[in-house]
């Protein structure tokens, strides 16, 4: 293990995949949410006016994705 | 645009995410976001005092215009989405000012100056307000406190307001356990308001660094849309801000207008209103 340690270069490694595994929830969340909201637009066209409700829900899944994204600094 | 190339020298993108102090005063540091923030503070001010001077009846078009749309859709906003349309419109102008407030920080974030075009001993000597944990803390606590010292009014003593966080009588222990967690969920808010802020604003500055350096001598054209993503996103962020922070007062306050109803029900066994809580029937009670 402290071969690999000293050949390979792991804090790259760490911070990709906290970058990765950290926005692909965000990323699924936000296309589920939107997803949603076409098809409610679709069903029931009146259904336009709750875009901020969305909008809302938006930030809030997206927060994760930031703080994994603010998480990679830390790493060393 | 030099300040722009001396940072393409750099091994990679120039980031910061904690402010620099730029000078002290008895001990306490000043920082550059604390800088940029009483100079925006100062700026707002200026902006919207002379706005305020200048609306009139007949719109003129302009800054006022873009102003006022603002102003009115805050204010549909917050009055909506109480039960009580008065009881709304009392906090009307708390909330406009933190909407006006954060969304201008941000978008004057976004000038070229702030950040590493001007340097003061290895730090920049201006940075966004909101880009800066410290500044978004201070937005948060402020805002939570005022909307704890709402709420607590609105329900009429803190105790009464405690009362709310308890679906039942809190000395069954079931109840009392969902309650204080109920209020540590509460403080949580002030973490998470503060914190999506900050972490959209820095990144977002990130974003346009990391692009800019990407773009090596084509800087400003791959900047650009990153830029014009941003200035969505400091609007976007400040409309949630409020949003969310109307919410925990409403949610709060309409809570504690639809107690007489819940009341009325274990007294007496039978609701006036069944599956209807109109703001009109606990205006009238009270």
Same mark, same amino acid.
């Given at each position: 293990m402290a071969i690999i340690a000293e050949t390979v270069n792991t804090v790259i490694i760490g911070k990709g995949l906290m970058i990765g595994g950290g926005f692909i929830g965000p990323a699924i969340g936000i296309g589920l949410i939107g997803g949603s909201y076409m098809q409610a637009v679709g069903r029931n066209?009146? %259904?336009?006016? #709750?875009l901020g409700q969305a909008l809302i829900f938006v930030a809030l899944a997206e927060l994760f994705g930031l703080l994994a994204f603010a998480s990679t600094f830390i790493v060393k | 645009m030099i300040g722009a190339l001396q940072l393409l %020298? &750099?091994? @990679?993108p120039n980031v910061h995410v904690a402010p620099g102090g730029v000078f002290s005063v008895g001990g306490l540091t000043i920082t550059n976001s604390v800088i940029y923030g009483w100079i925006c503070a100062v700026l707002i001010c200026a902006a919207l005092i002379w706005v305020a001077r200048q609306v009139t009846v007949k719109p003129k078009g302009g800054l006022i215009q873009f102003i006022e749309v603002g102003v009115d859709f805050i204010t549909n906003l917050v009055e909506n989405s109480f039960d009580d349309k008065e009881t709304g419109r009392r906090y009307v102008p708390f909330f406009v000012t933190i909407f006006f407030f954060i969304l201008l920080n941000n978008w004057l974030g976004?000038?070229?100056?702030? /950040? &590493?075009?001007l340097q003061s001993s290895d730090h920049p000597l201006l940075r966004p307000f909101t880009g800066d944990l410290n500044g978004t803390l201070a937005i948060g606590v402020f805002t939570m406190l005022f909307v704890y010292a709402a709420s607590i009014r609105e329900a009429g003593g803190p105790l009464k307001y405690l009362h709310h #966080? #308890?679906? /039942?009588?809190?000395?069954n222990p079931l109840y009392f356990i969902i309650g204080v967690l109920e209020m540590f969920t509460d403080l949580t808010r002030v973490i998470s308001l503060s914190l999506r802020l900050f972490l959209n604003v820095t990144i977002g500055e990130i974003l346009i660094a990391v692009f800019a350096y990407l773009g090596h001598v084509l800087a400003p054209l791959t900047a650009l849309p990153f830029t014009l993503l941003e200035i969505f996103v400091g609007a976007l962020q400040a409309y949630v801000f409020t949003i969310l922070a109307t919410m925990y007062l409403s949610i709060a306050i309409n809570h504690s207008s639809a107690h007489p109803a819940d009341d009325d029900l274990t007294e007496e @066994?039978?609701?006036?209103t069944i599956g209807v809580n109109t703001a009109g029937s606990a205006h009238g009670r009270a």
């Open positions: 066209p009146e %259904a336009s006016k #709750f | %020298a &750099d091994s @990679g976004l000038l070229p100056f702030v /950040g &590493d075009g #966080f #308890f679906v /039942g009588n809190p000395r @066994g039978v609701p006036e």
